[in-house]
């Protein structure tokens, strides 16, 4: 039979397939939609259905000008705060979890697998029991309700995810080639930075991609460690009120969260082929 012949367990496959893609796709087609919809066309209609006329201005009010906890300023300054947390949280998490990686699969020495367990342990854990610590953490350290303990927050709780990618790439690494440096008198971080470093793309890629998405879309630590002018915007949103109350705005809101949405979607968009090629390279070494 052709390898591309439609059969009955092929098309079962693909009907599943599609099923399962409209049911992610629906909440967001919605959203989309409404972000498009004046608040009286869905007032009027209901909260599914296709703009009778494109409200473009949706969003220029919720960029600047609409009210987040009582301050009128649109979700500007908040997606501000969540890229000052994103970006540094996910630079040195990625880093230090390629160190500590390299230095778990490529350096042994006594107890390395009891500090990975302990490491990679953290991903098993839920959220909630984390809040305490870090409540603590954050109370002694001066950084509660700053952008500044997010950062160190999401840093370290992403750790166990970078090590335990960075671990299974580096594994693949030939020991020769560490044997070799070390004869030719190359420490620690002389072989990590001229042999190991040149060779992570891949996984740094990954785990650049998995932690920017992760730390933007986080809402727990937002909610509960931060307030009012310091939110990311994950957790502001959930704060959205109209300056006028008689008509609930939910073009504008709608608005508000796709443009929260964006940076994730664009990252899914330009960096998705390679997030799969990067976790795929090392299974064929």
Not at 27 to 32: C, L, Q, R, S
Request: net charge positive; hydrophobic share 50%.
């Amino acid at each position: 039979m052709h390898r591309g012949a439609f059969t009955p367990g092929r098309a079962f496959v693909y009907a599943v397939v599609c099923l399962i893609a409209a049911a992610y796709l629906l909440p967001f087609a919605v959203v989309a939609l409404n972000s498009l919809r004046t608040a009286e066309e869905i007032a009027q209609t209901s909260m599914i259905g296709w703009p009778q006329s494109w409200a473009f201005g949706n969003y220029a009010i919720a960029w600047d000008k609409f009210c987040v906890a009582q301050t009128c300023s649109g979700i500007q300054p908040y997606m501000a705060n969540s890229a000052l947390v994103t970006i540094p949280a996910t630079i040195i998490s990625t880093l230090l979890g390629a160190v500590a990686g390299y230095a778990v699969s490529l350096w042994r020495f006594p107890g390395d697998r009891w500090i990975y367990g302990i490491i990679t342990i953290g991903i098993f854990l839920p959220q909630q029991m984390r809040l305490l610590p870090w409540t603590i953490v954050l109370r002694e350290t001066a950084l509660t309700n700053t952008l500044t303990g997010l950062v160190l927050i999401h840093t370290i709780q992403g750790l166990s995810f970078t090590t335990l990618f960075c671990r299974n790439y580096y594994v693949a690494i030939p020991q020769e080639l560490m044997r070799a440096a070390r004869i030719d008198g190359a420490g620690f971080f002389r072989i990590f930075w001229r042999i190991v470093l040149p060779l992570s793309p891949p996984i740094l890629i990954v785990t650049v991609i998995w932690q920017f998405t992760h730390i933007w879309n986080e809402f727990l630590y937002g909610v509960t460690f931060t307030t009012g002018q310091q939110q990311p915007v994950t957790a502001a949103l959930i704060s959205l009120t109209a300056a006028v109350a008689d008509v609930p705005q939910h073009g504008v809101q709608s608005a508000a969260v796709m443009i929260a949405a964006l940076p994730t979607l664009l990252v899914y968009l330009f960096g998705g082929r390679y997030f799969v090629r990067g976790l795929t390279a090392g299974a064929v070494k």
